[in-house]
């Protein structure tokens, strides 16, 4: 068996080294590929951000770009608190070069 890089013990558990050296279970480490999104900020009611969603996909289409894997988007307020014309939300695509 291959000897394992102690040099990970500070950034992996204890418990996982040791299953690692018994052959039970394989520790691998390195990043996620990188990744280029398109990226625009809605303001307002959720109802409306399809219209984001929309002129985010006309950027890419018009600048060289397609679409590199689902959408998605990030939720900053909390829509019980802060009014619907107020909620702030981050549409991101991934994209690549045409």
């Not at 520790?27 to 900020?41: D, E, K, L």
């Not at 894997?69 to 900053?76: F, H, K, L, Q």
């Not at 829509?79 to 045409?98: D, F, G, M, N, S």
Request: proline fraction near 7%; include cysteine; aromatic fraction near 10%.
């Amino acid at each position: 068996m291959r000897q394992l890089d102690r040099s990970l013990h500070r950034q992996v558990p204890r418990v996982l080294l040791d299953l690692a050296e018994s052959g039970t279970c394989r520790i691998m480490s390195g990043f996620p590929n990188a990744h280029s999104y398109a990226v625009t900020t809605h303001v307002g009611d959720y109802s409306e951000i399809s219209d984001s969603f929309a002129q985010l996909f006309s950027w890419i289409a018009e600048n060289g770009y397609v679409s590199d894997g689902p959408p998605g988007d990030v939720y900053w307020d909390d829509p019980a608190i802060v009014p619907a014309k107020e909620l702030i939300t981050v549409c991101y695509q991934p994209v690549r070069r045409a």
